[in-house]
């Protein structure tokens, strides 16, 4: 078994087709199909379906292991020369939509003059699409929801955020600067956080502690068009601070929900493994840079 083997298979992976894997690595079909065949020969299984170009499950887990293996050597080389001098490599760092919004000006600057030789890669997404990325190691750390349950991550808080409701001008509970209470909201129906995510699972709890269930108009995995519907007059939704910023326009306003305690969110990382150094100036970059700028935002609070 050697690396060439393995970045096959990768590649193959990746592009879906021995052809397309070939084209994209700048090599020969011949190549890449010699390569998972010896690969397959040592392990004496079938890797990929010719079929149909599809991992088999056997090459699912050959797949895994793999994109560890070149994890790791892409650390190895990114630690041993940040040893020469600043961390260098990239880094790609998840981060929840409404979050993303207001903390990637401030880190890009911050790792942009504290490690300039790091190249950050952000992508936003859902607290579960960051998860499942995390995990399956294409992203190195991911800004989420918590508290989540999966044994393979470690987490830490960086700040608390109020939830609100934002509610479109005509609808009943249209009340500029004002509140409302969680027995008045569950008589209306809702747009809501898809069943599931942190954030649908926490409000219902708290409404359960209440005797009470929210009924829900439309139910979404993902904040952000959450948002955009009740911008639009869909309807009232329930939503963190950061999703509703004052100079997003439109006949809506923010209502304030006393009963429903804050979101905490936090930082994620792999268990397995061990970050190189760009990773952890990474972090310790986030964490300043919430120290500085979230009490700047409306809605954000650093836990005690």
């Known amino acids: ?37 010896r690969l397959e020969k040592e392990l004496r299984v079938t890797l990929i379906d010719r079929s149909t170009g ?14 560890r293996v ?41 790792v942009a003059t504290r490690t300039p030789e790091v190249k950050l890669v952000i992508a936003d997404g859902s ?19 918590l508290p989540i349950d999966e044994p393979e991550l470690r987490t830490e808080p960086l700040f608390l955020e109020d939830r609100v409701l934002v509610v ?24 809501l956080a898809a069943p599931g ?24 995995d993902g904040l952000r068009l959450l948002a955009s519907l009740a911008f639009q007059g ?11 910023p004052g100079w997003v326009g439109g006949d809506w306003t923010r209502v304030a929900v006393p009963q429903l305690g804050r979101r905490t969110v936090g930082l994620a990382f792999r ?3 061990l970050p190189t150094t760009a990773v952890d100036a990474v972090a310790r970059s986030i964490h300043e840079v919430v120290d500085r700028h979230a009490l700047d935002v409306t809605g954000l609070h650093l836990p005690q």
């Open 1 to 37: 078994m050697d690396l060439r083997q393995l970045q096959a298979l990768l590649a193959v992976a990746e592009h879906g087709s021995f052809t397309a894997a070939a084209r994209a690595t700048h090599t020969v079909q011949s190549n890449i199909s010699t390569h998972v065949a």
């Open 54 to 67: 599809a991992p088999t499950q056997e090459g699912e887990a050959a797949i895994a292991r793999a994109r």
């Open 70 to 110: 070149h994890d790791e050597l892409a650390a190895l080389e990114a630690d041993v020369a940040s040893l020469q001098g600043s961390p260098q490599g990239t880094v790609r760092v998840g981060v929840i939509g409404t979050t993303a919004r207001w903390i990637t000006p401030h880190l890009v600057e911050h």
């Open 127 to 145: 607290t579960s699409s960051i998860i499942l990325r995390l995990i399956e190691g294409q992203i190195d750390l991911g800004l989420v929801g």
């Open 168 to 191: 479109p001008d005509g609808h009943p509970l249209h009340r500029p600067g004002g509140r409302v209470e969680l027995a008045e909201l569950a008589g209306h129906a809702l747009l």
């Open 197 to 220: 995510t942190t954030f649908r699972s926490e409000i219902d709890s708290e409404c359960a502690s209440f005797g009470l269930k929210l009924s829900p108009l439309l139910e979404i």
């Open 234 to 244: 869909f309807g009232p939704a329930i939503l963190p601070a950061t999703a509703a």
């Open 271 to 273: 268990r397995r493994g």
